[in-house]
């Protein structure tokens, strides 16, 4: 059963810690993408990649946060330095990119926790 | 992409059927009506989507009105496995981002 893989599942760390959070999208998607969810702001889009070119990272901090496709099969975000306000969930997902199905395939997520 | 509106929460009967409405009164022609759910702690999961024809799968039926403008997803026999947050997200033919509002909270009850 394909489906989007996310590690770690828990990450607790304290403020100024680099943080790094692993995607492993489902084979032969081509589109990935980073949300993260919060109670206040709900789901929101940092950054998304087609064919591990980044398309859109208007979402995210650009001083802090960082995301890359080192290859197809991995996609990371990483943060540094971290801060309370990161505390949240972050989630992956995948797409065919075909454009009238649009369906993408999230990960279970990443619970982060910066004290 | 065109804006959403949707109640904040529901009740339904478990086995009875769920409907839960979603107005997009700024839809265009070319935008398609999604829906996703989130079980607590879990990602979002696609439910259906659908242009302007009624849509049906193993999951649930989707109806859209003939004006576009709004439209209401169905689970026939609902289950509280169903208890989740239901977004309803309108997106353009080619934009490959998903734009989640606020969504409706939806409660089985036994």
């Known amino acids: 059963d394909a489906r989007v893989t996310q590690t770690p599942r828990h990450k607790v760390t304290e403020m100024g810690q680099e943080v790094t959070m692993r995607c492993q999208p489902i084979?032969?998607?081509?589109?990935v993408f980073w949300y993260r969810q919060t109670m206040m702001q709900g789901l929101e889009l940092l950054a998304y990649?087609?064919?591990?070119?980044?398309?859109?990272d208007s979402g995210m901090p650009k001083d802090r946060f960082s995301a890359e496709m080192p290859d197809a099969t991995l996609a990371t975000l990483k943060i540094q330095p971290s801060e309370p306000r990161d505390s949240a969930v972050y989630f992956c997902?995948?797409?065919?990119?075909?454009?009238?199905?649009?369906?993408?395939?999230f990960g279970e997520g990443s619970r982060l926790t910066v004290l | 992409d065109a804006k959403t509106t949707q109640p904040p929460s529901m009740d339904c009967a478990e086995g009875r059927a769920a409907n839960l409405p979603c107005n997009h009164s700024?839809?265009?022609?070319?935008?398609?009506v999604y829906w996703y759910r989130q079980i607590h702690s879990q990602g979002p999961q696609y439910i259906i989507h659908?242009?302007?024809n009624n849509e049906t799968n193993e999951m649930a039926s989707l109806i859209i009105t003939e004006d576009r403008k709004s439209s209401t997803l169905i689970l026939p026999h609902a289950t509280l496995r169903d208890t989740a947050v239901y977004y309803c997200?309108?997106?353009?033919?080619?934009?490959?981002?998903?734009?989640f509002g606020t969504g409706t909270r939806l409660t089985i009850i036994p």
């Open positions: 997902a995948s797409g065919t990119g075909q454009q009238n199905t649009g369906e993408l395939f």
């Open positions: 084979l032969g998607h081509n589109t």
């Open positions: 990649f087609r064919n591990r070119a980044p398309l859109d």
């Open positions: 700024t839809i265009s022609g070319n935008e398609y």
């Open positions: 659908g242009l302007k």
């Open positions: 997200i309108v997106k353009g033919f080619g934009n490959e981002k998903l734009t």
